[in-house]
Nanobody
Framework: QVQLVESGGGLVQAGGSLRLSCAVSGSIFKINAMGWYRQAPGNQRELVATIASGDTTIYGNSVKGRFTISRDNAGNMLYLQMNSLKPEDTAVYYC????????????????WGQGTQVTVSS
């Protein structure tokens, strides 16, 4: 069973920093991409950042230049360094991994964590 567990969320003042971590347990034969999404109350879930093969990264426009996504080589840990935080960054942050579970799997799927709350006070 694949499980994703996020940690590192909390309360921080505007301008501060947080580092989120996501621990991935259970093997995945082929990981296509890993990423972070967030959802604020009343809003749709939105892309924060993704990292794919060759460490190709994509960032949401609102976090470019402030957030950095990274992962370990084994694909067991995913990180999100968040700097210069703003009140509008307040949301539940979700870790996700997309890929193929087994070598004989015929489809890809996405796995999600339960989320970690990030609150930025003004």
């Amino acid at each position: 069973q694949v499980q994703l567990v996020e940690s590192g969320g909390g309360l921080v003042q505007a301008g501060g920093s947080l580092r989120l971590s996501c621990a991935v347990s259970g093997s995945i034969f082929k990981i296509n991409a890993m990423g972070w999404y967030r959802q604020a109350p009343g809003n749709q879930r939105e892309l924060v950042a993704t990292i794919a093969s060759g460490d190709t990264t994509i960032y949401g426009n609102s976090v470019k230049g402030r957030f950095t996504i990274s992962r370990d080589n084994a694909g067991n840990m995913l990180y999100l360094q968040m700097n210069s935080l703003k009140p509008e960054d307040t949301a539940v942050y979700y870790c996700t991994v997309g890929g193929r579970r087994y070598s004989f799997s015929t489809y890809d799927r996405d796995y999600w964590g339960q989320g970690t709350q990030v609150t930025v006070s003004s």
